[in-house]
């Protein structure tokens, strides 16, 4: 490798509207009783399960979200539609997920210190994208006036950390002098709000990062990427069959195998002991314990995960700052979690620290990335 790859600013675009767990339970709650009176006789009959009702209590205590933040919030809370209302753009318009990533992206730069002209690779990497293409990453690369190369790339809640691998991986291989890594994380559209089990997990937001070679770091907190690491491992626990092939299914899209749908607590038993094994192992590559380790921007997904991991890992409970949760506000924003974490806790670190950014989620897929404050 010629020079050091570094992490030289990150951006976060914080929606303006929030939903507390209060709302979303309140308008779930009228949902199912409205759907248990609609459907009384067939529940009585045994054909249709009656819907059960949520809890805001529950949630906290059970992921650590109490509120999260949405795009747009009219129809998420209408009983009688449960899920967002986003009017449809013109072709000649900016798409949504474009427009969220640019803001995201302009406050990237600007903590790098950077303009377009420094870029020349933008990888959009999320959880879905709005449609297949034109790619979002060339309509946000022109949107900025990037001259270069633009991509997608879908890998889940692994999404963000998969993509700056790749932008590890062409720093280091000289194919690109600077990249662009943008995780416009429209979650809400596939949120099933009639569904208690999932209806509270997911937020939208939107972060972005800029990698680029240690020589022509300007910026005043950089990162050197030490390594990067990835697993994947398959597993139907987490899923959504929306896709182009539904429309040749003749299936309903409305349907719930079509929307976010997990077994949450196989997730939760099988994810955790993997994500701690693949960062003991991506820490030993550098002789570091964990204890070393002055920072976890880890995924955020679920609060009780977190602490679990964390236990395994220094065998103790970490305190706030070193393990920073932004799930009370944000929720599970799929990939940009850990990116949010990182963001909004890094400024404090003194050259020489360690820190460890670490997704897990969907696949399965995991994704970590060790770093060093310069
Ligand atoms: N309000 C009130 N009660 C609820 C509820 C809600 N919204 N959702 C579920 N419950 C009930 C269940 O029906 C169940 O009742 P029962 O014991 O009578 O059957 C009980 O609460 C426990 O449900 P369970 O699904 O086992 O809860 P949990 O403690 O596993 O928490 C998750 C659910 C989703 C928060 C948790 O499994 C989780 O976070 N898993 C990790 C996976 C993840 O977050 N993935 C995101 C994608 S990366």
């Known amino acids: 490798m010629s020079s050091s790859v ?25 949902y199912a009783e409205q759907f248990n009176l609609t459907n009384k006789d067939a529940i009585n009959s045994g054909e249709v399960a009656a819907k059960p009702f949520s809890s805001a209590e529950f949630i906290e ?56 002209d420094d870029i020349d690779v933008v990888i959009v990497a999320c959880a879905y994208t709005q449609r297949s293409y034109p790619a979002i990453a060339i309509e946000v690369q022109e949107a900025l006036g990037i001259k270069g190369f633009g991509f997608d790339m879908l890998v889940a809640c692994s999404a963000a950390t998969f993509a700056l691998h790749r ?7 000289g194919t690109a002098k600077s990249v662009l890594v943008v995780n416009p994380e429209l979650t809400s559209p596939q949120v099933n709000y009639c569904d208690r089990d999932s209806h509270f997990i997911f937020g939208d937001v939107a972060t972005a990062v800029v990698v680029e070679n240690k020589e022509t770091v300007t910026s005043e907190h950089a990162f050197e990427i030490l390594s990067t690491k990835a697993v994947t491992q398959y597993s139907n626990n987490i899923r959504s069959n929306f896709g182009y092939v539904s429309r040749a299914n003749d299936s309903d899209p409305f349907a719930a195998d079509k929307l976010f749908h997990q077994a949450g607590r196989k997730v939760f038993k099988e994810v955790c002991p993997m994500a701690a094994e693949h960062i003991t192992e991506h820490l030993a590559r550098h002789q570091l314990t964990s204890e070393q380790v002055n920072r976890w921007w880890l995924h955020q997904a679920n609060i009780n995960m977190n602490t679990l991991i964390t236990r395994k890992l220094l065998g103790r409970e970490p305190s706030k700052q070193e393990a920073p949760i932004v799930l009370d506000t944000y929720a599970n924003t799929a990939s940009a979690g850990s990116i949010i974490a990182f963001n909004l806790y890094h400024q404090d670190m003194q050259a020489g620290d360690y820190g460890l950014l670490c997704s897990f989620g969907a696949g399965y897929s995991i994704g970590s990335l060790v770093l060093k404050k310069l």
């Open 167 to 173: 932008a590890y991986e062409m720093l280091a291989a």
């Open 6 to 30: 570094v992490i030289s600013g990150s951006g976060l675009w914080t929606p303006e509207y929030s939903v507390s767990n209060e709302e979303l339970v309140d308008a779930y709650n009228g």
């Open 61 to 116: 205590k059970a992921s650590g979200i109490c509120s999260r933040y949405t795009y747009i919030k009219d129809g998420i809370l209408d009983i009688h539609r449960m899920r967002p209302l986003i009017p449809q753009r013109n072709e000649d318009e900016l798409s949504d997920q474009a427009e969220i990533a640019i803001h995201a992206a302009k406050s990237a730069l600007k903590s790098a210190n950077k303009t377009a």
